[in-house]
Each structure stands twice: as C-alpha cells, then as structure tokens.
C-alpha cells in the first residue's frame, strides 16, 4: 500500500466502527469517485465542522440560534426526553411518536472512563426543570450499565415535586427468535409485557 493511502486508511480508522479492512474498502471506493463528487463530500464535512452548534436550551445540533424542536411551538413543553447524544434524537425523531423536547446529556455516566456528573449536563437538566411546575422526563439512555446507571442518578438527584421520570421500554426488537436474545433483553421483555385483549 501506498504512503498516501496508508495515511488515507489510517484517518479513516478513526471513526467509528471502521476497522482496518472497511477503512481500506473505503479508501479505494474514495478514490473511484469522480473528482467533483470527492470535493462535494470534503464540503460538506468542512461546512457540518464550520457552522453546526450545539444548541443552549437542548445540546442538540443546530445551524440556528436554538434547534428547530426547541424553536418548535408546537412540541409539548412539558416533556423532555433525556439522551446521551444528538444521533439518539435523529433515531427518536424517526419513530414520529414523540412530539416533547429534548436534553442531550453528552454521554452516560462511566467511572471507567473518568465520566462523572460534572462531565455530563445534568445541571442544565436540573435547570430546566426548575422553571416547570410540572412534566415527564423520559429516560432514553442506552440499555447499558453506563445507561442504567446514568437513568438511575437522574431520578435520584432530580426527584421533585410535579416531575414524573419514565424509562423507555426495552424487550425484544420485532423480528427476532428468542433463543438469540440474551436474558437480560428477555428479562425485562417479561417484565415490560402487558395485557392482552379486552
């Protein structure tokens, strides 16, 4: 392999969920596109680098002073769905059944990693909350330790009066065979199940 497209390969790598083997695929898939096509894609990452903000009510990503849901007078004030990071709202987003706002916390709580609660945004959650006489805050973290434990610090420090927390469900994804599914997955299927019929 080349210097250039070693050095090519090895950025690439740097992102995630690209190993070696993909980086090198996309490397030689990067240098079968036309010229302009190259240009357009380094464009667009440099302007995404250049203007997107993070957001000071929500911590999403926005071009504008505040992110179109927050802008939005139209969602239900009173619900805020708390998650680790911007790419959970797109997936929420998607589902078209959550009309609330939104509060990125930036990451989960991971003593392992030297991420505590001084290094995620529970103060501005806490903030927010604070101006409300009353809503649901929707816990969407990861269905990890680090998001257990983050889900867990959340409505332990933030308990007050008009403030209900919820957590999203978690089960089995639609489609798959239960002999795949581990037992935590299955565990809490059962304890999430619900009445069928009249």
Do not use: W
Request: proline letters at 5%; one cysteine or more.
């Amino acid at each position: 392999m080349t210097r250039l497209l070693d050095r090519l390969s090895t950025l690439l790598t740097q992102l995630p969920g690209i190993g070696r083997k993909t980086a090198q695929r996309i490397s030689f898939y990067l240098l079968k596109m036309k010229p302009e096509e190259v240009r357009a894609l380094a464009g667009a990452i440099q302007e995404a680098k250049d203007k997107l903000r993070v957001c000071p009510v929500c911590f999403n990503l926005t071009e504008e002073d505040r992110c179109e849901i927050c802008a939005d007078p139209g969602r239900d004030q009173n619900q805020i769905c708390a998650v680790e990071s911007p790419a959970d709202i797109v997936a929420l987003e998607r589902t078209r059944s959550f009309h609330g706002l939104y509060h990125v916390l930036g990451g989960a709580l991971s003593p392992l990693d030297n991420v505590g609660p001084e290094d995620l945004k529970f103060g501005e959650l806490k903030t927010r909350l604070a101006k409300l006489s009353r809503a649901e805050v929707i816990i969407a973290t990861n269905p990890t330790t680090e998001g257990e434990a983050t889900a867990d610090y959340l409505v332990r420090t933030m308990k007050q009066a008009g403030i209900t927390f919820t957590r999203i469900a978690r089960g089995l994804p639609v489609g798959s065979d239960l002999d795949l599914a581990d037992e935590v997955t299955l565990a809490r299927a059962l304890d999430g199940r619900k009445e069928l019929g009249d």
